[in-house]
């Protein structure tokens, strides 16, 4: 289980990076220091279930998770900036996409929504739920 989920947050953090105008990303795990007055996404990658697709000896897996990325903007101007951003990663995310790696793993997106804003002082933060899964 360990190299698939590895291959899926590669293919989903590949597709978040690919986002049109999209400010300093912060990745699980990497040092990242935020500058206030600047934007910025915080990404979450959360794997949920691992079951299989079929019945059978070694059947086929379905893994299912969730990759959760707030879009952080600078607070007092305004929740604009923040939706905007949040906007354009739900754009790429598109319900019923598929995004392939090159070993042809195939990652379909199963939907993705942007939750209520709310303030983190110093910043104006919206949440953008992906939910996804895989066959493998």
Same mark, same amino acid.
């Given at each position: 289980?360990?190299?698939?989920?590895?291959?899926?947050?590669?293919? $989903?953090?590949?597709?978040?990076? !690919?986002?049109?105008?999209?400010?300093?990303?912060?990745?699980?795990?990497?040092?990242?220091?935020?500058?206030?007055?600047?934007?910025?996404?915080?990404?979450?990658?959360?794997?949920?279930?691992?079951?299989?697709?079929?019945?059978?000896? !070694?059947?086929?897996?379905?893994?299912?998770?969730?990759?959760?990325?707030?879009?952080?903007?600078?607070?007092?101007?305004?929740?604009?900036?923040?939706?905007?951003?949040?906007?354009?990663?739900?754009?790429?995310?598109?319900?019923?996409?598929?995004?392939?790696?090159?070993?042809? $793993?195939?990652?379909?997106?199963? /939907? &993705?929504?942007?939750? !209520?804003?709310?303030?983190?002082?110093?910043?104006?933060?919206?949440?953008?739920?992906?939910?996804? /899964? &895989?066959?493998?």
């Amino acid at each position: 289980m360990a190299n698939i989920t590895k291959e899926i947050r590669a293919i $989903l953090e590949t597709q978040l990076a !690919q986002v049109p105008q999209i400010p300093s990303i912060a990745y699980q795990n990497v040092p990242f220091t935020p500058t206030t007055g600047s934007s910025y996404v915080e990404v979450n990658y959360v794997p949920t279930s691992r079951k299989p697709a079929v019945r059978g000896l !070694q059947p086929q897996q379905r893994y299912e998770g969730i990759f959760a990325v707030n879009c952080y903007a600078p607070e007092g101007k305004g929740p604009a900036v923040a939706e905007t951003i949040a906007e354009n990663v739900c754009s790429s995310f598109e319900a019923t996409n598929s995004l392939t790696d090159q070993n042809n $793993l195939t990652v379909r997106i199963d /939907y &993705a929504e942007i939750q !209520q804003g709310m303030l983190d002082s110093p910043w104006f933060m919206v949440p953008v739920i992906i939910t996804w /899964y &895989a066959y493998h």
